[in-house]
């Protein structure tokens, strides 16, 4: 008998655990549709010259005041990429603050900015942002020194076509960026 009952608690455990998997999805896949729909509406507005198509949400970064989001895109034939900052609401409709921009593809990486402020009560948080698309597929690292000599090591997987940080609470610009290759050696510098 006991037998059974460790089996019906297995079975019990099991359907719990799914059912919250299930959940979750369900939640993940529901923000993202109206991620989606809220970055095409701004879009529209903001650049409507451009047919928007193709658009990926490349990462998004949750924080207490909104989330920041990198995208790729095609617009009129063209990759684009493009930083957002959403306010924190129930229905993710506000954009704060965007920059969208070509992609380089020129260049062995892409590297696109975007600095402001996310509001905290009533202070300003500054953060910069930065990321971009790896063309140069030698690119396994990134050595990032900023102005006030901090620096932070970006590691790749072998298929990542897209990189992005995130510093928060720091005015300091961005001195260099190095991109290296799997033995740590140096391969190519921004700014050259």
């Known amino acids: 008998m006991s037998n059974y009952k460790i089996l019906f608690f297995l079975v019990l455990l099991s359907l719990m655990v799914t059912g919250c998997s299930t959940t979750e999805a369900n939640q993940t896949r529901e923000k993202l549709n109206l991620l989606d729909s809220t970055i095409r509406t701004h879009l529209s507005k903001e650049h409507s010259t451009l047919k928007v198509s193709q658009l990926k949400i490349i990462s998004m970064i949750e924080t207490p ?3 920041l989001i990198q995208i790729l895109f095609q617009g009129n034939g063209d990759e684009y990429i493009g930083f957002l900052q959403i306010s924190k609401n129930i229905e993710f409709s506000d954009v704060v603050f965007s920059n969208i921009r070509p992609s380089n593809k020129d260049t062995p990486f892409d590297v696109h ?8 009560s009533n202070e300003e948080i ?13 690119i396994k690292e990134m050595q990032i020194i900023f102005d006030d000599t901090a620096i932070v090591y970006l590691v790749f997987n072998e298929h990542q076509e897209s990189y992005n940080y995130v510093r928060i ?18 391969l190519y510098s921004y700014p050259p």
Do not use: C, H, R
């Open 169 to 186: 609470g720091s005015k300091a610009g961005v001195k260099q960026i190095i991109a290296k290759d799997n033995s740590g050696k140096g």
């Open 65 to 67: 005041e909104g989330d």
């Open 126 to 138: 500054p953060y910069i942002f930065l990321g971009g698309v790896i063309n140069d597929k030698k």
């Open 113 to 120: 900015f975007m600095t402001s402020f996310m509001k905290k």
